[in-house]
């Protein structure tokens, strides 16, 4: 089965829109689904937990792939959007909020993705 996605956005703004919000949704289904694993292997909750887990990680696998870019690309900042993510899945979910480093490390993190996904290059996208 091939997903057929239009890698062409109407503008530049409405696909750097698109763009987030689909590195977001990935990252709510990955941390999302891995929490709920945690929650049944370390917290001892029901396995239930573990298999809605499971549909959710694989609901993440999907989401990528309609993302406007060459593989290495979208993992890479993908990457980076995890990291700050998860800072704040803690603080919101753990209520651990984020020390002054966890906020200069995420603020680098996201320097390095913008410029790994959104820097301007001569190849389309696929």
Request: net charge neutral.
């Amino acid at each position: 089965m091939k997903i057929n996605t239009d890698s062409s956005c109407m503008s530049r703004k409405k696909c750097f829109v698109y763009t987030i919000l689909l590195f977001i949704l990935a990252g709510i289904f990955e941390i999302g689904g891995g929490y709920l694993f945690w929650l049944w292997l370390r917290e001892g909750e029901d396995i239930t937990l573990a298999f809605i887990g499971t549909i959710i990680l694989f609901l993440y696998g999907v989401v990528p792939t309609f993302q406007p870019s060459y593989f290495h690309r979208i993992y890479a900042t993908y990457g980076g959007i995890f990291v700050v993510m998860s800072l704040l899945w803690g603080w919101i979910f753990d209520k651990i909020p984020p020390d002054a480093y966890d906020v200069i490390g995420a603020l680098v993190i996201l320097v390095g993705v913008s410029i790994i996904y959104y820097w301007p290059r001569k190849e389309n996208f696929r």
